[in-house]
């Protein structure tokens, strides 16, 4: 039996991942401890003149093409539909899409490729300084009939909502299409500054919601339990991240408690994209919601081994094996 096949919609980023001896650069650079911040090109460079002298490297990114090339990585057809520049960095997403087997719907745009500076702090909390670039540069006329065409499931990111005409159309597009949609809310501050329209997304369209404590804090006003319970009154699954306590799931009146796969910690970026990725690919494979979010756990567990969203193919292969043990 073939299994669903996703398409994830996002901002086409390059990190460039930074691992700091302590918080002095973030307190600098006045950025918010722990969330995503939106920053001009002129911040940006600055931020890279910052880190310098710091030990970095470069790794594709952005929140949902980490989790497609999760998802890739264990055997579900995929594409990503995201736009990039005419550029090193915009080649270097490029080919990583190719490699990985994901079908690449790329707009290309005259503004550079989009990069994501992650400061990453010795307990493994980091920090992004985010440059949209040519990421900013799709539109709602991109997502068309066509480009959904063959899909069942459409992951939506949610930093996406500072384009409101694009977010209301992907979603509206894929309703449309009869396409499941899920949505990662993004960063505790994106959701604060963009609490309306996360409201109408997830009341009109979404079926899969994703949030951090934090995130969900930011949009219900409740702690996990509670906020879950709401969550899963206005979709069909609600899916609430505790961290080290692991994740409520909860559909209708089910609400079943994941637990975390791992203690080992270094850079939790990509920790909530990858749990995600484990969690669709199971929906995708007809899992029980139980599996779905321990196949989430285990994937989140890894990634946060080392800095950066990627794992190596022995890692993958290690994966797989557990996968069938769940």
């Known amino acids: 039996m073939g299994y669903s096949k996703i398409l994830g919609i996002g901002n086409a980023l390059v990190d460039i991942i930074t691992m700091l001896k302590d918080d002095q650069i973030i307190r600098s650079l006045n950025l918010p401890k722990g969330s995503m911040t939106h920053v001009d090109r002129e911040m940006s460079d600055r931020v890279q003149v910052e880190i310098a002298e710091e ?39 490029a080919e990583e899409q190719k490699n990985q087997g994901i079908q690449p719907l790329l707009i290309y745009s005259e503004l550079p490729t989009g990069r994501a500076v992650g400061l990453v702090e010795p307990d493994g909390e980091r920090t992004f300084a985010t440059y949209l670039g040519a990421a900013s540069e799709l539109q709602p006329d991109d997502v068309t009939p066509e480009r ?7 992951f939506i990111e949610g930093y996406l909502v500072f384009n409101y005409a694009l977010i ?12 499941t949609i899920a949505l990662d809310l993004a960063s505790y501050n994106v959701v604060e500054a963009n609490r309306e329209i996360l409201n109408e997304l997830v009341d009109n369209y979404v079926d899969i919601v994703f949030a951090n404590e934090e995130e969900a804090k930011s949009f219900t006003g409740m702690q996990p339990l509670d906020a ?3 969550l899963a009154s206005r979709c069909d699954i609600a899916v609430v991240k505790i961290g080290k306590e692991g994740a409520y799931i ?6 079943t408690h994941i637990p975390a796969a791992g203690d080992v910690v270094v ?48 890692e993958w292969v290690e994966i797989r094996e557990q996968e069938n043990l769940l």
């Open 55 to 93: 030990k970095h490297f470069l790794v594709t990114g952005g929140s949902v093409a980490n989790a497609i090339n999760g998802i890739a990585n264990l055997g579900v057809p995929c594409g990503f539909l995201g736009s990039i520049g005419h550029d090193y960095l915009g080649d270097l997403f």
């Open 250 to 255: 909860q559909q209708g009146s089910v609400l």
């Open 148 to 154: 959904l065409q063959g899909f069942d499931i459409f």
């Open 267 to 314: 850079d939790t970026t990509g920790a909530g994209d990858f749990f995600a990725a484990g969690f669709l690919v199971g929906i995708a494979k007809g899992y029980d919601l139980e599996k779905c979010g321990k196949l989430g756990a285990l994937l989140a567990s890894r990634v946060i081994r080392g800095p950066g969203a990627k794992l190596d193919e022995q």
């Open 228 to 230: 879950v319970h709401n």
């Open 168 to 179: 209301m159309a992907a979603a509206s597009a894929a309703k449309n299409a009869g396409l």
